[in-house]
């Protein structure tokens, strides 16, 4: 059985692929029943479809891929998983926005889904993306 | 005994006040031994001291005061205790910036601490403080 971090990785390689493809739903998916996205430059997100159409508006801005470095995962009371790391937005072949996330997993059923997701940029200028 | 949320309740009350005071050593003190903040603008922030020293530079920035409004808190596993709300920082009258925070806190020797600390901006254009 792999690690919980391991496990968080390869769902993080999921997320990837599925925002590579800019597929909402796909991307959603990931995200646990209660989830709430707290993005930079707008409100909170809650729900799977404000969620959907948040990353889809992300998509229409004109972002196209991103990367994700874990840099610690701490498994905490069994079914949460508390990760922070740094990301990379890309618009082709610029990089867009560069910062740190931290990520609440939670385990439902046994799949560890994004619950609480919140990130801002380390640039000193923020780029405000689907807003 | 207070509930965790009031004691997280509690703890906040304390925060704005060393804040108040721009008293760089009492708000560094609330962090945990391992604590990292995530402040938007800038590279994420290890240890008390620089703890103490990015504060400080937002105080210098002419941050004057601020209000954080806890949204929720889930306690999880009996040390570790996951806070979401909203923050507004002023400038003298002015709201320099209006947005919401995650805190991972920690209860090391009985009482909680702030263990992560990210927040951003719900304003389009960002107010970058501190960086």
Redesign the interface.
Known sequence: MASVAEQIRNKNAEFIEAFKRKDGVAVAAMYSTSA?V???????VEGKSKIQAFWESVFRAGITDAKLDTIEVDL???Y?A?E?GKFVMYANKDVADRG?Y?V?WRNEDGQWKLH?D?????????A?VG?
């Open positions: 709430k707290m993005p930079p430059g707008a409100e909170t905490i009371g069994g949460t508390i922070t740190k931290l609440v609480r919140v990130w801002n940029s380390s640039m000193a200028k923020m405000t807003a």
